[in-house]
């Protein structure tokens, strides 16, 4: 009888084996309550499995640049928040380099505008502007078509996304919008706090940072998506002759220097920071806003203090206190989830 049961169990635990996994059935973009509406009007676009498949390929794919060289995924990588880890510049096409350093790609779907200088005022076109960049892919709309339009599986991958084999430039820029919609962290143990969930037991160390954060940093990092999505003089430089910033979009004086205030999630595994990429550590930062501010002409004026001296003026323990703040804003599954990983 002990051999018999001895037996049924292995037979119990073969079956249990050779059950085929349940796959979940595609959901599109998570949409977190504690953010507001998106500004990208999905259904104009509707992210589907074929097109998120479709995207995810084109993005990880190096036949966008002019040698097949570079791909999307070569400065945006998706464990450190699809932006390029220990890169202040990211090299591009014959090892060239560019002006600045290459954002995070995450929570697309809020933004109006976007490169550092916003230039780009869609989701749908953000890709026009490393494929024909001469120092990233250094190629063009139409030979990058001419090559997919060579391609059986990319024809099959078309015709499954949007229902014929034919290939064009708006359903190319729509793919990658559908795997960038899909590319949402909203999962840090910051978001489990603020909606009352597990997983959101913050430090103490960290709550003191977060309302420091509040009173010192908000204004321009605001909301949960931590970015007021404005163009600001952030007192990095005070020469601009070898990058205007938004000057260069918008062509007025009052412009020149400033930059996207970028979002602060998954600031921990995003270095190096700002638009040169050159701070290494949340450290630098921290003591570039509390005593390293240049002076200029368009300087913030939230960086100008009543008596006169530039800057945020914080402490040693208050830094270490918004820092522990600021990791709370990690969101491991995100930059674990193999849904978006090569």
Request: net charge negative.
């Amino acid at each position: 009888m002990k051999y018999l049961s001895f037996f049924l169990l292995l037979a119990l635990f073969a079956c249990r084996d050779t059950q085929p996994p349940v796959e979940e059935p595609f959901q599109g973009p998570e949409l977190p309550t504690n953010f507001p509406a998106p500004s990208y009007d999905l259904t104009l676009n509707p992210v589907t499995e074929a097109g998120f498949n479709l995207g995810k390929k084109i993005f990880y794919d190096r036949i966008l640049s002019r040698d097949s060289t570079i791909s999307c995924a070569d400065c945006h990588i998706s464990y450190s928040a699809f932006s390029h880890p220990d890169h202040p510049t990211s090299h591009g096409i014959d090892n060239l380099f560019g002006r600045r350093n290459a954002q995070a790609v995450q929570n697309m779907l809020w933004e109006k505008e976007f490169l550092w200088d916003g230039g780009v005022p869609n989701l749908d076109l953000v890709p026009l502007n490393a494929i024909q960049s001469p120092v990233e892919m250094d190629n063009t709309p139409a030979e990058v078509l001419h090559r997919l339009k060579q391609n059986a599986e990319y024809k099959a991958m078309f015709k499954a996304a949007f229902g014929t084999e034919e290939i064009t430039t708006a359903r190319f820029l729509q793919s990658l919008s559908q795997f960038m919609a899909m590319l949402v962290s909203a999962n840090s143990p910051y978001d489990h706090y603020v909606r009352g969930e597990s997983g959101g037991d913050l430090s103490a160390e960290a709550l003191e940072g977060m309302a420091l954060f509040k009173a010192k940093c908000a204004s321009c990092h605001t909301t949960d998506l931590f970015t007021d999505h404005s163009f600001r003089n952030n007192g990095l430089l005070d020469d601009f002759s070898f990058d205007k910033g938004r000057y260069e979009v918008s062509q007025l004086p009052e412009d020149i220097g400033k930059f996207r205030v970028p979002s602060l999630r998954n600031i921990e595994a995003t270095s190096p920071y700002m638009h040169h990429g050159n701070l290494k550590t949340l450290e630098e930062v921290l003591d570039h806003y509390a005593s390293g501010v240049k002076d200029s002409p368009t300087l913030d004026p939230l960086l100008r203090q009543p008596d006169g001296t530039l800057g945020i003026p914080l402490t040693a323990t208050e830094k270490a206190r918004i820092i522990s703040f600021l990791k709370t804003l990690t969101d491991e599954k995100f930059l674990r989830d193999a849904r978006f990983a090569e």
